[in-house]
């Protein structure tokens, strides 16, 4: 038999309690739920209300726990709005296609008077052909003659509107019974739709019940791990503890960064720029105290393949480099957001990193290291002859940066995300994403912040 698979399309802005229980009546139906947040989309102006951040990481939040359902958020990463028509054609080749809908887009059905049928493009083709669930929402009474030809309808028995979040959130009024605990915390601690810009820095009271993450390789990581154990819960977390060093805590967050959860890191490594230090006991008082949360962005990257293809996006928490593969300097054109900036960098590479991997290769080729929430990304070139004299500069951070091979077939170029190998390429797309974050957790008395003001002044010196 064909897999059943329901698309639940909507802004989730944000997703509520109703929208978790539409995806529990389908789980009771379907083999596959795949909940697919809207990008920009004129008639819903409020979806711009936030930033697209914010939305996918709620919609995680939201249906976090749900065996059958995962979230979609390739509309959020690009902006765009993909129509019911192209997701039945996208998912169509995996399964029997049932589009969720509720019963204020069918009202008028039986004369074409439907929004699907008036509205939608090709709608009229999708009333007639198209597989639909229909959701019963209040205030909008079924008929039957109403109903599409091919339909499944459900009563989940939890109404509800993300305006009315959205509203009572925007008032200071109580919204437990309108959204998950996970998503009301969310919302309180970024100050979401009320009217003012959300912080990017927030304190955080949490009492840890820990997915652990330590250095196996490193004996005081896995010392400290095991002292921690009362602390793990790794079936029900709110939160994980790595312990080893920078890039024990890098590959944690590119593997769980969509649990959404926060990070708190323990150094048993070396500088560790993005871990709590251990006072000189070896305690780790973040553990004890209220927390400091940094939201970090992560970088996406768009890799084309040698031959021009497009070979897939891909996440970095530090940053996406590209270098020459051959015993000559890499030609590259650089353009940022869609301008060329440098028609030709002679060099060995050339490197884009966030604040949080400023410190890392980006500095060792000669750039500034920003401080932790600066509002820009970091572009630098390794051993530059030209255009002579150019080393690095510091872009907006809504910029998109370009890479280009001006010679592929004499003078090779490959990518890196993150140390990841992506092969032969002949141009990478970098900018911030819209949907990737992480939640990365300080000690007050010791926060990302200040420990990067401490390295400045003692590299000063």
């Not at 599409?148 to 959130?169: D, K, N, V």
């Not at 080893?244 to 969509?258: E, L, S």
Request: glycine fraction near 10%; proline fraction near 6%.
């Amino acid at each position: 038999m064909s897999k059943r698979i329901a698309i639940f399309g909507g802004s989730f802005n944000p997703a509520g309690r109703h929208h978790r229980a539409v995806a529990e009546a389908l789980g009771r139906h379907f083999d596959e739920i795949i909940v697919v947040p809207c990008g920009p989309r004129p008639d819903k102006p409020s979806v711009a209300d936030i930033e697209p951040v914010h939305r996918a990481v709620m919609a995680d939040l939201a249906f976090r726990g749900l065996p059958k359902v995962r979230v979609e958020l390739f509309d959020l990463e690009h902006e765009t709005y993909t129509r019911t028509i192209d997701l039945d054609r996208m998912f169509s080749p995996k399964g029997e296609i049932w589009h969720v809908v509720g019963t204020d887009l069918i009202k008028g059905g039986r004369s074409g008077g439907s929004e699907i049928q008036r509205g939608w493009e090709r709608g009229l083709e999708l009333w007639k052909n198209a597989n639909f669930v229909v959701i019963e929402r209040a205030g909008y009474g079924i008929v039957d003659a109403d109903l599409p030809p091919h339909h499944l309808l459900l009563r989940p028995g939890q109404s509800g509107s993300s305006s009315e979040i959205r509203e009572r959130a925007f008032k200071r009024l109580p919204i437990a019974d309108l959204v998950t605990p996970e998503v009301e915390s969310y919302i309180a601690r970024y100050n979401l739709y009320r009217g003012t810009p959300p912080q990017r820095s927030v304190g955080l009271k949490l009492d840890p019940r820990a997915l652990i993450i330590a250095d196996e390789r490193n004996p005081e990581a896995v010392a400290l791990a095991a002292s921690l154990r009362h602390l793990e819960d790794a079936a029900g977390p709110n939160c994980i503890i790595v312990i080893g060093g920078d890039g024990t805590m890098i590959r944690a967050i590119r593997k769980h960064w969509r649990l959404r959860l926060p990070f708190i890191g323990l150094n048993a490594g070396h500088r560790g720029h993005l871990l709590n230090d251990l006072d000189h006991n070896g305690i780790p008082d973040v553990l004890e105290s209220e927390k400091r949360v940094h939201q970090l962005p992560l970088l996406y990257s768009e890799v084309f393949g040698a031959d021009g293809a497009p070979a897939g996006g891909s996440y970095a928490v530090n940053d996406t480099w590209v270098e020459r593969a051959s015993g000559q300097a890499a030609w590259i054109q650089v353009k940022v957001d869609g301008e060329i900036k440098i028609p030709k960098l002679a060099a060995d590479g050339a490197l884009v990193a966030t604040a949080a991997g400023s410190t890392a290769y980006a500095k060792a080729m000669g750039a500034k290291p920003l401080l932790v929430g600066a509002q820009e990304i970091v572009l630098v070139g390794s051993n530059v002859t030209e255009p002579a004299g150019w080393k690095s500069a510091s872009l907006p951070l809504d910029a998109e940066i370009e890479f280009t091979s001006l010679n592929q077939q004499k003078r090779p170029i490959r990518a890196y995300v993150d140390g990841a190998e992506k092969g032969l390429v002949s141009r990478v797309k970098i900018r911030v994403s819209r949907v990737a974050a992480v939640e990365v957790a300080f000690s007050p008395k010791r926060d990302m912040a200040a420990k990067l003001a401490d390295y400045f002044f003692s590299s000063a010196g």
